[in-house]
């Protein structure tokens, strides 16, 4: 049998690594070491994956032990950066190190905190989606006492993410992200979403029980992913062509399905379809009230859409008069004049997109589409309800997920809406069984998709535009990646940075544009949990630019490509060294859906080690370096670190003028936390979270779906129409304009109210031509990425043991093609060949597999690393380097897409 | 009874490896073992494809062929069906390892650490277990965890501390533990409601781990796996070259097969006046060479007494014990010069002759070794080099070499018979398909084309007058030589195992279940 086992105890702790996040577990300690990651099965009964955490996790224990990490505080010795030269870092003391970035700190408070060019001085990046929150302790509270932080150099935002989802998705269904209602759905079509990598165990539970119960996943993309795999079919379509297999799906729905099988009375009462459209294309609007107009049927007249007892007509061209309100409140009266609703443009708008013609696109077979098509009404369940926790609701178990690539870059706006459109037709838009939203990130509150249902114009939710109004309109970038300025939908919540067009800020530091305040970089750059180096597009164009930046703070665990460029090395406590406590439950993020709320505690396992330091420490010395501690610790009390310590009939705040230890801290936040959870009654601080490691409460199921409050608010989705977005577009074109801005115009073209047909592989090829005068056709395959469960945001590639289980999954280290297309080049498995773009090299070995289409390459994952201890002996070709920066690649939520076009040949043979 | 087994269900499987990194904390195994994995299984041509996740591993199986083989009785099953192994017995021959058509056993001989030797992490040291150094090791269902838990009034399978680490932590709810004989159990109820199977069936091994696949009943299903000859990119779930017996334990084969053989010639020779003294001499060190060999190539060479326990099923505490009285009667012989006692002697080198065809043939996890037919080759290949030798060592001398010619020719007949009818059987059977090309592709091997000349020329010899022994020990040489290079091959080279298969490609939900694979292999 095993060896004895010493003397053992258990920790509670958690795992927010991935955006799938957070789930609960627990670490084994011998003799006081950690060497075991298991689940906390005392939440099985809470957590919805059973209190189960994904393979990730169980490098915790590698992660903390491992021996290239960097354990004391680093200075740089040459002041020369760049890839090419060794920074020369040498140990020094928490002390000097915190003296060199205190004195910036406050030299910095005492010259102004923003630049000449009206920029934040002081810039920082985090990785991670988000999650590096849950482990930076109380380090948001000392940006908050800070002030303005430009948090637009980006790391992967935008290219690796769900970034064109994240904004149309919180404008038409509060969903920073979007799900099935995996528990429910009987049909999912699944357009590239890779849950089953990216999931988390969520994602993965729900799914693996959904398939228990037979649900039809069809998955569409052009390799053969991991989610693929777990599905009942797999439609291997040209990639960047999914509008064109959407927009079919809706012609077959408005035009060859009958009209009476879809949901009409979610389309009349729950959408703006029956919204009549004013010959420059604005609502028509009721002169009084300034109402969008609908045609009653009842009355056969046109009637504000609020008018109660009516039957709004959803098809046909109705002759009325009203005022149409364009860009800049600009108003025309209009007098008998002909309208179609929203519905009927819908039907003009979608004729010509027939299953013949997306599959010449898609190189789908038009029976396909149109079969898939058919069988989503069928699973549909239109007219049937369900009750939930005592509220009845309309049930309609089919749902459309989007994966990374299509649901970001060019196209990414055609698919969120063609998607969300194929749910209004059938009513399962946030109902049970249908396509609904997670999360929050953009509205407020944060914490409540419900509250954040908030009354606007026009009979639908309010939505935060940063503003296009003449007066309004922000003209001076407050970041350097002019989020405000460019993009209206990428709101100014916390968050509104990193869902700008984050690859802006590293292309101004090159070049510039026309018309922005000159660029120049932030004095200070703090980085933790990120390696843009590496995890962003173009990275050796990346790594030259932050080679400029004067003064770079990472928090360290390696050495990495970034943190090579940096002037001070901070050793922080890892993910099992550090205390905090964190929310969890309510439904988050990727498949989050949980009947629980409440908080986590992320005790530590193992002492630290060498002289890493609790992150909370570290913010808490800054805030005193920085001269903010009285701020810092107000923003403690408010909640900057989570969780106010102050409530009704509670108040643990903390005093705002001394300095106070990291238990001091979390054991006041545990408190708030206890008196929050049960209304004030209790406030057991962190001895009783590190004997139950988490508490919870009920969460009302019923808020998983958006559907009961926009009932209860009597709103309407946004769609189909998009006059806001028309408008909003044309305003922000003029104000552009006036400025002098035209470099951005590709992208206002993108604010159309009905998303037509764009030939994207097209669009990329000309991109590519143009910006790098290459012959497209020396450049035959499309190359592709796709995410690893092993791997995704763990930063984890330095870890031995990730490597080893993550080799006995297909792909991982190498090229992935497909044998007939190697077969025409002379290639056999093993062979080394070089990938080439327009823009870079990487090199790798040839995977064959038949999971692929003929066109294209698949590189999982991203692995550029060349300083990483480990990561960068393992060869691995990543797509990273070869993607380029571009700004005809830019959407207009300014997101770019992972794909480029490439060549291959052989350099060596197989192994 | 208890049957303690895991059923992995297919459709739920998404090969994420959490059970494969599970496994690894909570028995602290070395880099690059993996008690449990999940493997990635690729079927199909684009764009009809399909792709699956099998967890794989120890089976424990009921009749285990690991369990049967071990000299040491390190391998043990329990009364509940767990297949354990004592470390402390164990002497590391890794027969097990061969013996395993699961792939499911490995050996580690040096304490190896993730990022080298040098950076070893403190959780590294301080779960560093010697005792499993240089000896068989592999999944044992987290015995600790079911006996503690169950002593603690744990139920195993239900109860997450009285559950293998592996089931504890699968995210997917893919694997479940339970009790096979207890008609309600997790298990049985999942075996009831799905239709299953079990990694390949046709050895009849009993395996404990059942595949689920659909929940239609299929029952009975008797569907093998299509066998793909030359699979795309499915190097790591097809056949494997074994890594565990090397040139050490071929040297055995060929030492002890040509030295019991010569034994036996010599014996015989004797009664026709002959002196074999000396290669009889030279029988017995060639045997002790050969077990020299494997002494120096087991893990844990100071225990090799260890041997000896098991004489009621292991064909390898056969050869070592028949050895004694082998030795012994040879060295009588030799020392009283006795014929009756040499004639005893060749009894006994035969047995050991017998007891290396039968280690072969237990060896159920490599096609190549595990033929019924495998026993009468070794046999005869024993033999024919035996007489080679001798024929070599009295070549010179004047003696009866007509004899020695015409045995020579009828050894080389029937041994090539003997390769024939191992050959057809093989391919009928059907083996990895490297084997066939191994063993096919042998430049001098003992198929008919290439032993028409050992046999034509002992004819010759025959009538060559002075040329007789020239002719004859090149024929020797030629059929000795084969004999030695087809058993080098046959265990370093053509000792492919079993690989993987999947016998149904799992129903995804509402997709369509189908045939499965069974890559790298074909019949021939």
């Known amino acids: ?911 | 009874m208890t049957r303690w087994a895991i059923t992995a269900d297919l459709n739920r499987c998404v090969g994420c490896q959490t059970c494969t990194a599970a496994c690894k904390h909570a028995n602290a195994t070395a880099p690059g073992i993996q008690w449990r994995k999940v493997i990635d299984i690729e079927t199909g041509t684009f764009p009809d494809v399909r792709r699956s996740f099998m967890p794989v591993g120890c089976m424990h199986c009921d009749d285990a062929p690991c369990l049967s083989v071990c000299p040491t009785q390190a391998t043990q099953k329990r009364d509940d069906g767990i297949v354990t192994i004592d470390y402390d017995l164990c002497i590391g021959c890794a027969y097990c390892v061969v013996a395993c058509p699961y792939q499911a056993r490995s050996k580690v001989s040096t304490q190896s650490a993730a990022y080298g030797k040098g950076r070893r992490m403190r959780h590294e040291k301080l779960r560093e277990d010697p005792a499993r150094l240089n000896v068989a090791q592999k999944c044992n269902f987290c015995v600790d965890r079911i006996d503690t838990g169950l002593a603690a009034g744990l139920t195993p399978g239900v109860d997450a501390d009285a559950t293998p680490a592996c089931v504890n932590s699968c995210i997917a709810g893919a694997l479940t533990f339970g009790d096979i004989e207890e008609a309600n159990s997790n298990v049985s109820q999942l075996l009831k409601e799905n239709s299953h199977f079990v990694m390949h069936q046709d050895l009849n091994t009993g395996p404990g781990i059942f595949y689920l696949w659909d929940k239609v009943n299929h029952q009975p299903d008797i569907t093998e796996p299509e066998m793909i000859a030359e699979p795309i990119a499915a190097a790591a779930i097809s056949p494997q070259l074994q890594q565990s017996w090397d040139w050490r334990a071929s040297a055995n084969f060929i030492f002890g097969g040509a030295g019991t053989g010569l034994f036996i010639a010599s014996a015989f020779a004797a009664f026709g006046g002959l002196n074999v003294m000396l290669p009889m001499l030279l029988a017995l060190i060639l045997v002790g060479l050969g077990l020299f060999c494997v002494w120096l190539e087991i893990g844990r060479p100071w225990r090799f007494l260890n041997v000896y326990r098991n004489a009621q099923t292991s064909w390898m505490t056969r050869e070592a014990m028949i050895m004694m009285p082998f030795a012994a009667t040879g060295l009588l012989a030799l020392g009283l010069k006795s014929l009756v006692l040499g004639l005893v002697g060749a009894v006994f080198a035969f047995g050991f002759l017998y007891c290396q065809g039968q280690i072969l043939k237990a060896s159920k996890g490599i096609p190549a070794w595990r033929q019924p037919e495998i026993v009468p080759l070794i046999l005869l290949t024993g033999l024919t080099e035996g007489l080679s030798l001798l024929i070599l060592f009295i070549a010179a001398t004047p003696a009866n070499l007509q004899g020695m010619a015409l045995a020579l020719t009828l050894l080389i007949c029937l041994r090539l018979l003997a390769w024939r009818r191992y050959r057809k059987a093989l391919g009928a059977e059907a083996a990895p398909t490297a084997t066939f090309k191994t063993l096919d592709r042998l430049e001098f091997n003992l198929s008919a084309p290439h032993q028409a000349a050992p046999a034509l020329l002992a004819i010759i010899a025959l009538f060559a007058g002075p040329l007789m022994p020239f002719l004859l020990g090149f024929a020797a040489f030629l059929a000795l030589t084969s004999g030695w290079l087809f058993k080098y091959t046959l265990i370093t080279k053509a000792a492919f195992n079993q690989g993987y298969a999947i016998n149904h490609i799992p129903r995804r939900g509402a997709g369509e279940p189908a045939r499965g694979i069974k890559p790298g292999w074909m019949t021939s």
Not at chain 1, 116 to 126: C, L, M, Y
Not at chain 1, 169 to 183: K, N, Q, Y
Not at chain 1, 677 to 682: L, M, R, S, V, Y
Not at chain 1, 699 to 721: C, H, I, N, V
């Open chain 1, 1 to 911: 049998m095993n060896k004895p086992l010493t003397p053992t105890s258990k920790v509670s702790s958690y795992c927010y690594q991935c955006v799938a996040g957070p789930d609960l577990l627990t670490v084994t300690l011998q003799d006081g070491v950690p060497t075991q990651i298991g689940p906390n099965c005392a939440a099985a009964e809470i957590h919805p994956a059973g209190g189960k955490v994904c393979v990730k996790a169980f490098g915790l224990i590698q992660k903390t032990h491992n021996p290239h990490r960097i354990l004391t505080p680093m200075k740089r010795t040459n002041p020369e950066k760049g890839r090419d030269q060794d920074p020369g870092f040498e140990p020094c003391s928490w002390e000097e190190a915190l003296d060199t970035i205190g004195a910036k700190l406050r030299g910095i408070r005492e010259t102004g905190l923003k630049d000449a060019s009206g920029f934040p001085r002081v810039a920082a990046s985090f990785g991670g989606g988000g999650t590096p929150t849950a482990y930076m302790g109380t380090f948001p509270a000392f940006l908050a006492a800070w002030g303005p932080v430009d948090m637009s150099f980006g790391s992967g935002q935008g290219v690796k993410c769900y970034h064109s989802e994240h904004l149309y998705g919180e404008l038409w269904h509060r969903a920073f992200i979007v799900s099935p209602d995996t528990p429910m759905a009987e049909l999912i079509l699944s357009f590239g979403a890779n849950v089953e990598a990216s999931g988390g165990v969520c994602g993965v539970k729900r799914h693996a029980d959904a398939r228990d119960r037979g649900v039809k996943r069809i998955q569409i993309e052009p390799h053969l992913s991991i989610t693929g795999a777990c599905s009942a079919q797999w439609v291997p379509i040209k990639p960047k062509t999914d509008p064109a297999f959407m927009f079919a799906l809706v012609h077959v729905l408005v035009h060859e399905i009958p009209h009476e099988n879809l949901d009409l009375p979610f389309l009349r009462h729950k959408t703006a379809s029956s919204y009549l459209i004013a010959p420059n294309g604005f609502y028509m609007r009721d002169p009084t009230t300034g109402k969008p107009l609908v045609w009653d049927k009842n009355t056969d007249s046109a009637v504000p859409h609020d008018t109660p007892e009516i039957n709004p007509a959803l098809r046909g061209v109705f002759t009325l008069s009203g005022v149409e309100v364009g860009p800049d409140d600009e108003k025309w009266a209009h007098t008998n004049t002909a309208c179609k609703t929203a519905y009927e443009a819908l039907r003009d708008h979608t004729l010509s997109f027939t299953p013949e013609w997306a599959a010449k696109i898609c190189d789908v077979g038009a029976a396909t589409v149109r079969l898939t098509a058919q069988q989503y009404v069928d699973h549909a369940h239109i007219g049937e309800t369900v009750t939930i926790n005592g509220r009845k609701l309309p049930f309609r178990p089919v749902a459309i997920s989007l994966g990374k690539t299509v649901n970001n870059g060019w196209g990414g706006y055609e698919c969120c809406w063609a998607r969300t459109m194929l749910a209004c037709l059938v009513g399962a838009l946030e109902v049970p069984g249908g396509t609904v939203g997670t999360t929050v990130r953009l509205n407020r509150p944060a914490g409540n998709r419900w509250a954040s249902v908030v009354r606007g114009p026009d009979g639908f939710m309010n939505y935060p535009m940063n503003p296009t109004k003449k007066d309004e309109w922000i003209s001076r970038p407050t970041s350097r990646h002019a989020h405000q300025t460019l993009v209206p939908l990428a709101a100014n919540s916390a968050w509104s940075q990193a869902l700008g067009p984050t690859h802006l800020a590293w292309m101004m530091q090159k070049e510039g544009f026309d018309h922005l305040p000159k660029p120049t970089p932030p004095d200070v750059w703090f980085v933790y949990r990120t390696n843009p180096a590496i995890s962003f597009w173009d990275t050796d164009a990346i790594s030259d630019v932050m080679a400029n930046f004067p003064f770079t703070v990472c928090f360290a665990y390696t050495m990495d490509e970034t943190n090579y460029m940096a002037d001070i090395l901070l050793p922080e406590c890892t993910d099992l060294e550090g205390l905090q406590l964190i929310r969890i439950g309510g439904s988050k993020y990727i498949e989050q859906f949980w009947e629980h709320t409440g908080f986590a505690l992320r005790d530590p396992a193992s002492a630290p080690q060498g002289e890493a330091r609790d992150f909370t420490w570290i913010a808490t010395q800054l805030a005193d370096q920085a001269g903010v501690l009285g701020k810092y610790n107000a923003a403690i009390n408010i909640g900057a670190a989570g969780i106010p310590l102050k409530g009704e009939g509670y108040d643990f705040s903390l005093p705002h003028d001394q300095q106070h230890s990291v238990e001091e801290i979390w054991d006041a936040t545990c408190r708030a936390a206890s008196a929050e959870i049960t209304d004030g009654e209790e406030s057991q601080g962190l001895e009783y979270y590190r004997e139950h490691g988490f508490r919870t409460k009920p969460f009302d199921k019923t808020q998983w779906y958006l559907y009961p409050a926009m009932e209860d608010s009597g709103l309407r989705f946004e769609l189909p129409y998009q006059e806001r977005l028309l408008r909003i577009g044309q305003e922000l074109g003029e104000r552009l304009h006036e400025q002098g801005i035209h470099w951005w115009d590709r992208q206002l073209q993108e604010y159309e109210a009905l998303p037509g047909w764009h030939d994207l592989q097209q669009q990329w090829e000309d991109a590519l031509s143009t910006d790098f005068d290459i012959k497209i056709g020396d450049y035959p395959f499309w190359l592709l990425t796709s995410r690893s469960m092993q791997y995704s945001w763990g930063g984890n590639a330095s870890l031995q043991m990730i490597h080893e289980v993550a080799k006995n999954i297909a792909g991982h280290g190498g090229i992935i093609m497909n044998p007939a297309a190697a077969a025409k080049l002379g290639l056999t498995e093993g062979d080394h060949v070089e990938v080439t773009s327009p823009v870079g090299k990487t090199s790798g070995a040839v995977i064959l597999r038949q999971g692929i289409r003929p066109d294209c390459l698949l590189m999982v994952g991203q692995f550029d690393h060349w300083i990483t201890p480990y990561a960068k002996d393992l060869k691995t070709p990543s797509m990273n380097r070869l993607t380029p920066m571009s700004l005809a690649l830019t959407d207009s939520t300014g997101s770019g897409a992972d794909l480029v076009k490439v060549s291959l040949k052989l350099i060596g043979g197989g192994a």
